[in-house]
């Protein structure tokens, strides 16, 4: 049973691109959750969803991020026009339900805004 | 709103000495606590929670939290520290009469020596 996945594993781009982050949550799991951390302020809750649905996106900045969790696939998160302030692991987790489970994480896409 | 204090940037502690990680939270309903750790350039693995129940809480690796609610913590301990131990540790609050994130602390960085 593989864990979370989390792809690219790296990612550079330029200011001004686009950065599309992969995550395929567990097996058997329906909720998933996007967190970034950047160095000295540990782990930012960004957004939950479950399938096909945004449930929580309190934390996402209002502009030029997005997510989304389609039926089929993986859950993506998506950063248009980067800047350099969005270089930051980006890490992805999952869980089978959502009162009072824990998170299976991934192993991070590290950002990286040139 | 829900947060998590993590007073101590660092924790030094010779391996096979007691080590005492703290944490103290704030929340508006019942407090769901967890306690995970990273290691380098991996994402978060779960060590234990408490939701209800005994207020000593066991978990991975010889680790446990008590929690108490009258002084609003929930620090992590373990009796005898090994140098394997070192690295980076969150804890994590969820209220559980309402909301889904989980919110982290800033993480508390311990380092085993021999």
């Known amino acids: 049973n593989a864990g979370v996945m989390q792809n690219p594993r790296h990612l550079v781009r330029r200011r001004g691109q686009e950065a599309r982050l992969r995550c395929s949550p567990m097996?058997?799991?329906?909720?998933v959750y996007w967190y970034r951390q950047l160095p000295e302020e540990g782990l930012k809750f960004m957004v939950y969803?479950?399938?096909?649905?945004?449930?929580?996106e309190s934390g996402m900045p209002k502009e030029r991020f997005s997510a989304e969790f389609p039926k089929e696939g993986p859950s993506i998160l998506r950063i248009q026009q980067v800047v350099r302030g969005d270089s930051a692991a980006y890490f992805c987790?999952?869980?089978?339900?959502?009162?009072?489970?824990?998170?299976?994480f991934g192993s991070g896409t590290q950002l990286s805004v040139l | 709103a829900q947060s998590v204090a993590q007073p101590e940037d660092q924790v030094n502690v010779a391996e096979g000495n007691p080590l005492t990680v703290k944490c103290t939270y704030s929340?508006?309903?019942?407090?769901?606590l967890f306690w995970y750790v990273q290691y380098p350039n991996r994402g978060l693995q779960f060590l234990l929670k408490y939701i209800t129940g005994d207020n000593l809480v066991k978990g991975s690796y010889g680790f446990e939290a008590e929690f108490n609610k009258s002084q609003t913590s929930f620090h992590l301990k373990k009796p005898s520290a090994l140098v394997s131990d070192s690295a980076l540790y969150f804890c994590?609050?969820?209220?559980?009469?309402?909301?889904?994130?989980?919110?982290f602390g800033k993480g508390t960085s311990l380092l085993v020596t021999p």
């Open positions: 929340v508006s309903g019942n407090p769901y």
């Open positions: 994590a609050v969820r209220d559980g009469g309402s909301g889904y994130a989980l919110n």
């Open positions: 097996k058997g799991h329906s909720h």
């Open positions: 987790a999952s869980s089978p339900g959502h009162s009072g489970e824990k998170l299976f």
């Open positions: 969803l479950q399938k096909e649905n945004i449930i929580d």
